[in-house]
Structure formats: structure tokens, C-alpha cells
């Protein structure tokens, strides 16, 4: 994981470097001052990748990809590609001709859904607001290109690429990690994350709730008003959700009605707190069905506390979904609308 994100420092350095010294030697003041801006913008993605490289040196990021090789295979190719685009970088002058073809060359190959896919799974709270930043760093770049050169010219028609290529891989990464229906994490990228975030926590003693909970009676409600009004209930709990987690929470529709969320660094008590949330969130939904009909949907909820005990084995994926679905059943016995108490579970340092 660590050589990922040191490839990631390093792709984005070399941009940064290329950016700052094509606007010192630019022969148009304006193209030169956007190049520094790109720069700047360039920094802060160095930021964020470095800060990610803090979190899994201090133990408080897990190895995300079960095939790295695979990963780590795709970014090598991405640099080779990169260092090609930059053959000639290190010129004296540039026009805006040039400045512009060596930013949208650049920025294409750096266009991988490897990336888009990195963000998803390293910071899921904030993952839609980094994919925003960065959809604006690659529409400022189109917005030049076509300011600058006819409809009909090889730049345009490249920035007309770059703006379709970051869009398609995009919405590659969401297929991959996102429900479609709550756009919160999908199975899969549950399962991934917490497959791993299990791995750290044994390793590092460090506590990991799961949280686990699904919607009370969502076959009454599809079978009265149609299941139109059962997907709107589900979205608005997504909604709900994604607001009650902290950003370094992973919030996923686990299917149908069922939903989880992965905490770490998440104590008995926090988890406690955390669950009440989640119960108080979706109850506060006010929901129109019709003109005369408001739906105040409730939730069952269980979690699982994984804490340490060097005496204890190492917990399975499958095994924390067993408890906390028990936590969640003895919720729906005990009259529905609540959260019962987290199971509490013991890993080992391995």
C-alpha cells in the first residue's frame, strides 16, 4: 500500500514541477498565470496523498487493494505514459500552443479510474468532495483550451476527449464502489474495506465497530404504495446515513434493505453513540407518499465492538456480520425502532 501511494506523491509532483515551470516560461501572461494555478492545485492533491502516507505509516490506514500487484502493475504503465508526455517539458519557452497540448497530455494519462477508485476507498466521507475538486481542475483546463483555440482545431477536439475520458472514468469508479440506488458504498466495497480494516485492528489492537441495521417493514411498505415509494424510503435513509457517520466511517447499502457502517477507531460507547444516531436520523424522515400521507420510517440497528484480547483468535468478515446481525434481530424482537446493545467480539495482535 505504502509504494501505491508514494507512486501517487510522485505522479503528482512531477505535474506540480511541470506546471510551475511551463508558467515561468510561457510567452503568454495569461496561460502562465492558469499554469500556476494548475500548480497550486497540483500541491494540494501532494497533500493529500502524503497525508494518507502519515495515516498508514502511524497504523491508521489499512491495505485497501486485495490485488496490489495489479494496482501497482496499472500505475507503473500510468508513469511510463506520464514520462513520455513529458519528453519535452524541460524547454526554454513555450507558446500557448504547446503549454496547453503538454497540460491536456498530462492530465489524460493521469485520467486512470485507479485513482478515482483510490479516493473512494482511502477516504470515503470525503470521496465526492475530492472527485468534485478534482472535476474542476479538469473543466478550468477544458474551459482554456476552448477559449483559446477554434471548435474545429486538434486542442479543442482534445479537451472535448480529456472532458469525456475524466466523466467515463468516473462513473467507472462509481460502478465499481457505489450503490446506484443510495450512492453510498456497495457490497463490495464493504466487504473490501472491511476485510482489511479487520487485518489492521488485529494487528494494531485498535478497536473496529461494525454497525448493522435495515428498514422496518419495507415489504408492508412496497406491498401499499408500490415499490417506487420503497426505493424513495431507501434513498432517504442513505441520505440520512451518509449525515449521521463521521467523514472516516465507510457508510454502504449492504443490499436490499440492509445497510452498514464501518467505524474505526470506534469504542463500546461510541458505538453506542453511533447507533442512536442512526436511529434518531432515520426517525426524524418525514417522507410525502401522497397529498394526505407522510412516512416516518424506523430502523432496526445491532454493531459489533471488536476489541483486544491477546487470547482471543483473529475475527472473520463472516463472523462480524453474524454478531451484529444477531445485535440487529434482538433489536426487531425487542418492538423495532431502536438499537440493542453492540456485541463485543475479541481479536488478537497477529
Known amino acids: 500500500m505504502r509504494d501505491i501511494l508514494e507512486q501517487c506523491v510522485r505522479m503528482d509532483t512531477l505535474a506540480k514541477e511541470t506546471y510551475t515551470h511551463v508558467a515561468a516560461t510561457c510567452d503568454d501572461a495569461t496561460i502562465a498565470a492558469f499554469m500556476t494555478t494548475l500548480a497550486d492545485e497540483e500541491a494540494s492533491h501532494i497533500v493529500w496523498w502524503s497525508e494518507l502516507l502519515d495515516a498508514w505509516d502511524a497504523g491508521l490506514l489499512p491495505d485497501i487493494f486485495a490485488d496490489g500487484d495489479d494496482v501497482r502493475a496499472r500505475m507503473n504503465e500510468t508513469l511510463t505514459d506520464i514520462m513520455a508526455a513529458l519528453v519535452d517539458s524541460g524547454r526554454d519557452t513555450f507558446t500557448v500552443e504547446q503549454a496547453l497540448t503538454l497540460a491536456v497530455s498530462l492530465e489524460f494519462h493521469m485520467l486512470d479510474p485507479v485513482f478515482a477508485e483510490l479516493i473512494e476507498l482511502t477516504g470515503p466521507g470525503v470521496s465526492t468532495a475530492r472527485q468534485d475538486s478534482y472535476s474542476q481542475h479538469v473543466a478550468r483546463l477544458v474551459a482554456v ?206
Open 145 to 350: 483550451i476552448e477559449s483559446s483555440f477554434p471548435d474545429r482545431s486538434l486542442a479543442g477536439f482534445m479537451a472535448h476527449a480529456l472532458r469525456r475520458a475524466w466523466r467515463d472514468n468516473r462513473r467507472l469508479a462509481a460502478y465499481a464502489t457505489r450503490d446506484p440506488l443510495t450512492a453510498l458504498a456497495n457490497r463490495r466495497t464493504l466487504v473490501q474495506n472491511l476485510r482489511q480494516w479487520t487485518a489492521w485492528s488485529a494487528r494494531y489492537g485498535r478497536p473496529l465497530t461494525l454497525v448493522l441495521f435495515d428498514l422496518d417493514g419495507l415489504k408492508e411498505i412496497n406491498d401499499t404504495y408500490g415499490h417506487v415509494t420503497g426505493d424513495t424510503v431507501l434513498a432517504a435513509i442513505g441520505n440520512a446515513l451518509s449525515a449521521a457517520v463521521r467523514q472516516s466511517d465507510l457508510a454502504a447499502r449492504y443490499g436490499g434493505d440492509e445497510f452498514a457502517v464501518v467505524a474505526p477507531e470506534t469504542s463500546f460507547e461510541e458505538a453506542r453513540q453511533l447507533q442512536d444516531r442512526i436511529v434518531a436520523a432515520v426517525r426524524d424522515l418525514a417522507i410525502p407518499v401522497d397529498r394526505t400521507t407522510v412516512m416516518h420510517p424506523t430502523v432496526s440497528v445491532g454493531a459489533v465492538v471488536v476489541v483486544d484480547q491477546a487470547d482471543s483468535a483473529s475475527r472473520s468478515v463472516d463472523e462480524l456480520f453474524a454478531a451484529a446481525d444477531r445485535g440487529m434481530y434482538a433489536a426487531k424482537m425487542a418492538g423495532r425502532d431502536r438499537a440493542s446493545d453492540p456485541v463485543v467480539l475479541a481479536t488478537a495482535l497477529v
